[in-house]
């Protein structure tokens, strides 16, 4: 199906555990996005990539990682996860050349650390 | 510095019309946006402003007034289905967008 999809959309891990987060779209968007949101927070960036190859950081990068060796694929790695990492991750993408520019995106991934 | 700051939740009446209102202090500014996010779902795009006025689309319309870094989302014929937190984000630049943290508006029958 078009869209943005994310997986998985629920996740429970341990601290200091590795955790990657998918974040697949097929509208051929050069700009992919990851947020996390948080009570009391809006929607804060995480990384942001303009293409394939070209990544860079938001507002809140440290301890994730980011890459995108496809278009069509932009994955968030929690390296070592922490407590303060219990979130709800919401993947985001938009297109480079035709206005407003709004993003379109995936249905979230609820991922609690314990 | 940059904020954006809205009304934490409002209430009102089916059928009835209300303002959201959206205030902003950034450093650079390249359109304004509302998103509507209803509860567990993802933010979903509503409108967009980049010049002064007033946009209109169906039952919602969105004002923009970029000398007083105010915004507002307007709802007219509230249904039950509008029950939902909205959004306002800045665009700042190509690719940073600053969001509020939403106002959640519950709508009575």
């Not at chain 2, 902003?24 to 010049?51: C, D, I, K, M, R």
């Not at chain 2, 007033?54 to 509008?82: C, N």
Request: charged content about 20%; aromatic content about 14%; glycine content about 8%.
């Amino acid at each position: 199906d078009a869209g943005i999809t994310q997986s998985p959309r629920y996740k429970i891990t341990e601290t200091g555990r590795q955790v990657t987060l998918m974040c697949h779209q097929t509208w051929s968007h050069s700009y992919m996005f990851w947020y996390r949101q948080d009570l009391g927070h809006g929607l804060r960036l995480i990384y942001y990539s303009a293409a394939a190859d070209i990544t860079d950081k938001g507002e809140v990068p440290d301890g994730y990682v980011v890459s995108r060796s496809k278009t069509e694929n932009f994955p968030l790695t929690l390296e070592s996860a922490t407590r303060s990492q219990t979130s709800v991750y919401f993947c985001a993408s938009r297109t480079r050349d035709r206005g407003p520019y709004e993003q379109y995106f995936g249905p979230g991934t609820r991922l609690t650390v314990t | 510095g940059q904020n954006i700051d809205q009304p934490t939740e409002m209430t009102a009446t089916e059928g009835a019309i209300v303002q959201i209102n959206c205030t902003y202090q950034t450093s650079g500014f390249n359109g304004l946006f509302w998103y509507q996010q209803h509860a567990g779902e993802a933010p979903t795009f509503l409108s967009y402003n980049v010049l002064d006025g007033l946009e209109e689309k169906g039952r919602f319309s969105s004002f923009l007034s970029r000398s007083k870094g105010y915004s507002y989302l307007l709802l007219k014929e509230l249904q039950m289905k509008d029950s939902a937190s909205y959004l306002c984000a800045v665009r700042k630049g190509t690719y940073k967008y600053i969001f509020g943290t939403g106002t959640r508006l519950k709508v009575l029958a």
